[in-house]
């Protein structure tokens, strides 16, 4: 057996974001783990070495919230090029939501054939969330022993018809039927009731503005969902987590729910700490997306959720589509979703920067904490004994989001145009250098990752 510092390769820099801050170091790994953190200097001779110059090395940013379609809807992404733009814009790890895929992913026989659709596609890591819709209660635990990282629902219509919403009854009872696996409840916040009764104020306009769309999922529609999971996580102990979260009002309620120890917690995405309501232009349907975009005050109270700790952590919910469901399309009918996968990283660090964080912030809200909560072990962080995903990452580099740059399927986002700042220059997962500059290794290097087990 080879020694520690036998590692087949060493990845060292001058800043290595480290759980204990940024400091020069060498990261020695072998196998695809790095075995040990040695000083700066520390590189045996016949050691293959990569130095990351005046770049940044922070792990791997680990996306637990991406729709990528495949199969059944591949021509809105699909695996390759999903995970090409990830990998260059520095997520390693990427988990799949349950729906826009055909079959949605709600029992073991769907989850095999999407396994089926990524082999051989997946140039990052990936792993995959099940369904809980009306009626597959039964096909929960099954999806839960086969290592999917959480259980996503809807309390609101989805937008596709293949999963539907659950009632708060429906969501307790198939709890229940499951809660000794101890599942990851991952829902989809909005009231139904309060939804209705909103879109009723709107429905009968010959047109949509964004400001009409904007009334029709008011915040009153996370605040009512937001307090009923509470209570069910407070009546069940089940791990509840909120997805997207976009309203900023609804962060006392998550505070409270903490502070008696509820295992509760909660996303947001780079597009809510980005965009403001107001600069949105009334058709800028590319835009779109549920929850909303909010004012620049909600914005604010995002990021103070963020320095609190009360948001637990960013996701991009990249949720692509066909250009012609978004373009010249009334803002009712446009499809909701936003894609940025590839552009997720540089929207936070640039907003991050200007507000005073530092990147150990960006890695405990995009890698680390979503490895922990996930139940991701091996990601997440740079230590011994983890997987060696790594990027290089020039913060003070900036940039104006061309769409040509992108990896995605299609190009449409409302981040085209915009300066930022944060280039990865290059991508290793687990020790292997699958991005570099825009150059790709020879061929995928990803494998499926599951949920570390769950108790019998």
Not at 160 to 180: C, I, K, T, W, Y
Not at 252 to 281: G, N, V
Not at 291 to 309: F, Q
Request: proline content about 6%; some cysteine.
């Amino acid at each position: 057996m080879k020694r520690d510092f036998e590692a087949e390769l060493i990845v060292r820099g001058q800043r290595v974001v480290l759980e204990c801050g940024v400091r020069p170091a060498s990261l020695h790994i072998r196998d695809g783990v790095i075995v040990r953190i040695g000083e700066w200097g520390e590189i045996g001779p016949s050691q293959q070495l990569f130095d990351a110059g005046e770049c940044a090395i922070l792990p791997g940013i680990v996306d637990l919230h991406a729709h990528i379609n495949e199969p059944g809807r591949s021509e809105w992404e699909g695996f390759s090029a999903a995970t090409r733009s990830a990998a260059a814009g520095g997520i390693t790890t990427l988990v799949d939501m349950p729906l826009n895929s055909i079959p949605p992913t709600v029992n073991s026989d769907a989850l095999r054939e999407k396994m089926d659709a990524a082999k051989d596609k997946m140039w990052t890591d990936i792993g995959f969330h099940g369904g809980l819709v009306p009626g597959n209660a039964g096909d929960l635990p099954d999806l839960l022993r086969a290592g999917v990282v959480g259980l996503k629902c809807f309390l609101c219509d989805s937008g596709v018809g293949e999963f539907p919403r659950v009632s708060l009854d429906q969501l307790s009872a198939a709890f229940e039927r499951v809660a000794h696996l101890d599942p990851w409840l991952l829902v989809h916040a909005e009231s139904a009731e309060v939804l209705d009764a909103a879109r009723g104020a709107v429905e009968n306009l010959d047109s949509w503005t964004y400001h009409d769309y904007l009334r029709s999922r008011p915040d009153e529609a996370e605040y009512a969902a937001i307090e009923s999971l509470i209570r069910i996580a407070e009546e069940s102990r089940a791990r509840v987590h909120i997805v997207h979260l976009s309203s900023a009002a609804a962060l006392p309620l998550i505070t409270a729910a903490k502070a008696r120890h509820l295992r509760i917690s909660a996303e947001t995405c780079p597009h809510y700490l980005t965009f403001a309501a107001e600069a949105i232009a009334a058709g800028a349907a590319d835009f779109k997306c549920a929850p909303p975009i909010r004012s620049a005050a909600n914005r604010e109270g995002l990021w103070n959720g963020l320095r609190d700790g009360v948001i637990d952590f960013i996701a991009s919910d990249h949720s692509p589509c066909l250009p012609e469901l978004k373009l010249n399309r009334d803002f009712s009918q446009a499809w909701g979703g936003i894609a940025s996968l590839q552009c997720s990283l540089a929207a936070v660090w640039t907003e991050a920067r200007r507000r005073g964080f530092a990147l150990t912030d960006v890695a405990r809200w995009m890698c680390r904490r979503p490895s922990e909560l996930g139940r991701l072990p091996a990601k997440g962080t740079i230590a011994a004994g983890k997987d060696a995903d790594l990027i290089c990452f020039a913060p003070d580099e900036s940039f104006t989001l061309e769409p040509e740059r992108l990896f995605h399927r299609h190009k449409l986002t409302p981040y085209r145009g915009r300066a930022m700042f944060g280039i990865v220059e290059q991508t290793f997962v687990r020790g292997r250098l699958i991005y570099d500059r825009g150059s790709w290794a020879n061929e995928p290097q990803g494998r499926i990752v599951r949920a570390s087990p769950r108790p019998s």
